[in-house]
């Protein structure tokens, strides 16, 4: 098992920033891929950015260029740094840990953006 505890998040405006960060305790030898993903209300849960072991990143097209993923692999975190926020990226954010076939997720934390 491996368990997931964000912090960050919160109100801002719009163009405003934020970073979330994530801590990964448990079995977290051969933990692949972090990251974080995020669910609007009345929406499905969409990919944000992950980062793999490797270093590999990927990045959903509407927070390219705004949102940079960061992952320390000893310290087994994984941030978000978000700026120019947009209304449109209001949300619960969830850290994610992919290890072999099993995903593991945060509790979540509200990301509320305000125009």
């Known amino acids: 098992q491996v368990q997931l505890v964000e912090s960050g998040g919160g109100s801002v405006q719009a163009g405003g920033s934020l970073r979330l960060s994530c801590t990964a305790s448990?079995?977290?030898?051969?933990?692949?891929?972090m990251g974080w993903y995020r669910q609007a209300p009345g929406k499905q849960r969409e990919l944000v950015a992950t980062k793999a072991r490797n270093g590999r990143t990927n990045y959903a097209d509407s927070v390219a260029g705004r949102f940079t993923i960061s992952r320390d692999i000893a310290k087994n975190t994984v941030d978000l740094r978000m700026s120019s926020l947009k209304p449109e990226d209001t949300a619960v954010y969830y850290c994610s840990a992919q290890r072999g076939p099993n995903d593991y997720w945060g509790q979540g934390t509200q990301v509320t953006v305000s125009s």
């Open positions: 448990g079995s977290v030898f051969a933990v692949d891929a």
